[in-house]
């Protein structure tokens, strides 16, 4: 084959133009003369590419099938068959198979040979379809392992869309920008993950990507031009690169003629190699993400028995807890929704708390091998740099081209400031690597082409992955739903006709998501909001917003944080929820009025006002003045739901979309013409993100757990169905007891606990056990008040709490104030405790109070 200097010389580009030129290729109404050797004359209807070596009887049904259903003319059709092996015989001997005889005596069969040291399938295909001069190019087996009258359903598939709109740029989601016309259908068959991957020849699975698959003639040569893999997982390399074009790939079922043969192991591995070399740069940017997430741990990884996340309160301690119990209840086979571990007598509701069934079930083994901290640290490392992965993928799949812009902002989304407070120790908003999912589906089901089978594959899968989240967190799936809601509005706004189009789909593909996913949650939901010790709503105080301040400041964990500033502006260090900095924003909005003609920059901005609006609260303080304005949460406080919200939150949603501005800023600057406005738009960026750097989380010694508890001798005090009565008790404030229960291995229960649950005829939400008179007293004394004076009332009244929380002892561990601790318990009992090992206690179990 001639003119193989200028094939290599287009190879790796997308440009269409400069690929035909290189081959000859003249599309319709186009003049120029075809490339040499070659005998066909201007434009061709249909090409038909197939890797050699082609037996006889298949050149024949695939030429009396062209000529019934293509035509007869010469440009009609043309068939090219490819050796799969180069060397210079390979046209004209046995690796071209029939071919050459019946090229000899049909000049619409063609000889095609890879380009000199090129060898294999992916060789092959590339050959072939660059050789190629169709406005159709399909692609089979020499097998014809499916069978070609599933032609028609593929060419009337891609004739639909044949007068679509053009290409405009990758896709920035629903109803923003106009998706292009079809790019390609692929006839599918088996497998879906493991078509997905490239992997030919699996036992057991087929692998046929592009094994049947009718593309856009142009689109076609552009893609194999981009392409440099030789092997088989060219499929694989050929159709991310048309998806990450914003083109559209549609698949049908297709049936199969003659059953596929799977491929020499030496095929897989060439596979599996190539598909490594493919997925190199999405590892490399795996493999960043993993080692920030270590970063941003490693003071906790360095000593798990002994080391405790200092800003973490008492969320490190409740969050194990949450490990040990779900662990405990599934190796017990009890309901892994309750249970009587602490909050006695009533118990715990599991599923109305932030227990994580969806991850802590799944690592089980892991917390029996190793156990709970272990789990807790994993699930905050793999889990930071999961959803910093998902992030990068959305956005490089509907955003930008350049891997590394989008992975710049998949690691804001995934390590911003907010993420970092929430990291000291409530994973369920650290651990979001489903959210990028969900989203993509939502975008898939408002894209463009979208037919009843599609739409309702992508809303099966919507209502999967959000049954998912339910289990890994609600609050940040609703808080995504909010965030999602406000930019389909936006969308609405910039380009109504476009979002008006995609609001049928997107509506049946919702609906079929509820369909999925509430047959999988009625149980626990039902469990969640009307079950044992469920309740309504849960209060926060009177604002729980940002202050306007804490948009443009620095969080503690911040490179330029400041922990005094930052704590005066939050609720606590782990909600520290929005702290952007000025900078970041101030680029922000540059990155908005530079790209502002872009429809997606302007959903996203709107997004992210409307966010950082709703994160202020219901009443918004102006700094410095007195004056205290309405917010716009108040429109929504009293929403189901929405009144559990600590509203602050909501600024979280402004993560993704600094993340996605800063990615789409980042690829239009790599494209500026003269370095010294790309040096100025990176400087720019740098500017914006180095002060919002994370800093590693601190860590403090664990308080160490009581060597009455290690060495089991509570077991002397406690008996099955009593309970464990710990001074004080624990609560949000104090809650170590609950890492003595999880020491333990659930051996006894607790009285009081750190958890949420109901208080009150009205049921509203609390965090902890309703108090007792008792839990208050031992609290209040602990943390600095004087003992009161000890009366028969007091007595009475600290017997009757005993018996109400079920108690068989009570445990005084070495603590500040334990001495005026010690003698108030011993005034309330009458009697004086026992000393055993590092514990006074108090036998307070049936008879002995």
Not at 92 to 112: H, M, N, T, Y
Not at 617 to 640: D, E, N, Q, S, Y
Request: neutral net charge; contains cysteine.
């Amino acid at each position: 084959m001639s003119g193989e200097n200028s094939v290599n010389d287009v190879r790796g580009t997308n440009d269409v133009a400069a690929v035909r030129d290189a081959y000859g290729v003249r599309g319709a109404g186009e003049d120029g003369a075809a490339p040499a050797g070659a005998r066909w004359l201007g434009a061709v209807g249909l090409s038909v590419v197939v890797p050699g070596p082609v037996p006889q009887d298949t050149l024949t049904a695939l030429r009396d099938h062209l000529d019934a259903h293509s035509g007869t003319g010469p440009g009609d059709w043309e068939l090219l068959v490819v050796a799969a092996d180069d060397g210079p015989a390979a046209a004209d001997g046995p690796a071209a198979g029939a071919a050459p005889a019946a090229a000899a005596a049909e000049p619409r069969i063609r000889l095609v040979r890879p380009a000199e040291g090129h060898r294999g399938k992916g060789a092959a295909l590339r050959a072939g379809v660059l050789a190629s001069a169709g406005d159709r190019v399909l692609l089979t087996d020499a097998a014809l392992t499916t069978p070609l009258d599933e032609l028609a359903r593929l060419q009337e598939l891609l004739d639909e869309d044949a007068d679509a709109g053009e290409h405009t740029g990758a896709s920035a989601g629903a109803g923003v920008n106009q998706g292009p016309a079809q790019a390609a259908v692929l006839g599918r068959s088996g497998n879906r993950l493991v078509r997905a991957l490239g992997i030919p020849g699996i036992p057991g699975f087929r692998a046929d990507t592009c094994g049947f698959a009718l593309f856009d003639g142009d689109r076609a040569r552009a893609a194999f031009a981009a392409s440099t893999l030789d092997g088989p997982a060219i499929d694989a390399e050929v159709l991310r690169w048309v998806r990450r074009q914003g083109w559209h790939v549609a698949e049908i079922p297709v049936g199969r003629a003659v059953p596929k043969a799977p491929a020499p192991r030496t095929d897989r591995r060439q596979a599996l190699g190539e598909l490594l070399r493919l997925n190199a740069g999405g590892l490399a940017v795996a493999a960043v993400f993993l080692a920030l997430s270590f970063y941003v741990f490693h003071g906790l990884w360095a000593d798990l028995d002994g080391s405790y996340l200092a800003d973490a309160l008492q969320d490190q301690n409740q969050w194990e807890w949450f490990v040990g119990v779900t662990t405990d209840n599934i190796t017990h086979l009890r309901n892994p929704l309750f249970t009587f571990a602490q909050g006695m007598p009533d118990g715990v509701n599991l599923m109305a708390n932030a227990t994580m069934l969806g991850l802590n079930v799944p690592l089980i083994p892991i917390t029996l091998l190793f156990g709970e901290t272990v789990t807790f640290a994993l699930v905050l490392t793999l889990g930071m740099a999961a959803s910093a992965w998902t992030w990068y993928w959305l956005i490089r799949r509907h955003f930008v081209r350049s891997r590394w812009a989008a992975a710049a902002g998949g690691a804001l989304a995934a390590f911003a400031p907010p993420m970092v407070s929430h990291a000291n120790g409530h994973p369920n908003f650290v651990v979001l690597f489903m959210i990028p999912l969900i989203i993509d589906r939502t975008l898939r089901l408002c894209g463009p082409h979208r037919r009843d089978h599609s739409v309702t594959r992508d809303g099966v899968l919507l209502g999967l992955f959000a049954a998912y989240q339910i289990f890994i967190g609600e609050e940040p799936l609703l808080i995504a739903a909010l965030g999602m809601l406000v930019f389909s509005l936006a969308c609405l706004l910039v380009d109504r006709r476009r979002a008006l189009a995609a609001a049928r789909p997107l509506g049946t593909g919702v609906a079929v998501a509820l369909s999925v996913c509430l047959p999988l949650l009625i149980v626990p939901l039902y469990w969640q909001f009307s079950g044992p010790q469920s309740y309504h709503s849960v209060l926060h105080g009177d604002n729980a917003g940002n202050s306007p301040r804490a948009l443009i400041e620095y969080a503690s964990r911040s490179l330029f944080g400041d922990p005094e500033t930052a704590g005066r502006l939050s609720l606590n260090t782990t909600e520290q929820n929005a702290f952007y900095g000025w900078p970041l924003l101030a680029v922000a909005v540059a990155v908005c009025v530079w790209l502002w003609r872009d429809r997606a920059v302007r959903a996203l901005a709107v997004t992210g006002f409307v966010a950082l609006l709703l994160s202020l609260g219901p009443w918004v303080p102006v700094p410095r003045t007195g004056v205290v304005l309405p917010g716009p949460w108040r429109l929504i406080i009293k929403l189901p739901l929405f009144e559990s919200v600590i509203e602050g939150r909501v600024a979280m949603v402004c993560a993704p979309v600094l993340g996605i501005l800063l990615a789409l800023a980042l690829d239009r600057i790599a494209g500026l013409r003269t370095r010294e406005l790309r040096t100025l738009g990176l400087l720019g960026a740098a500017a914006a993100l180095i002060p919002v750097l994370p800093l590693p989380l601190t860590v403090r010694d664990r308080a160490p757990v009581p060597a009455f508890i290690t060495s089991g001798s509570w077991k002397d005090y406690v008996k099955d169905g009593e309970t464990l009565v710990p001074v004080p008790l624990p609560d949000p404030g104090q809650a170590d007891a609950l890492h003595w229960q999880v020491e333990a291995d659930f051996g006894f229960r607790l009285a009081g606990g750190y958890f949420n649950g109901p208080w009150g005829p009205d049921r509203m939400g609390i965090y902890g056990a309703t108090p007792r008179n008792l839990s208050n007293l031992l609290r209040d004394v602990r943390y600095g008040a004087q003992p009161p004076e000890i009366t028969p009332a007091w007595q009475v009244q600290a017997r009757q709490d005993l018996e109400y929380w079920k108690a068989g002892a009570i445990v005084l561990p070495v603590q500040d104030r334990d001495t005026e601790l010690r003698q108030l318990i011993t005034g309330l009992l009458g009697r004086p405790p026992e000393k055993v090992l590092d514990a006074w206690v108090w036998r307070v179990g049936p008879g002995q109070l």
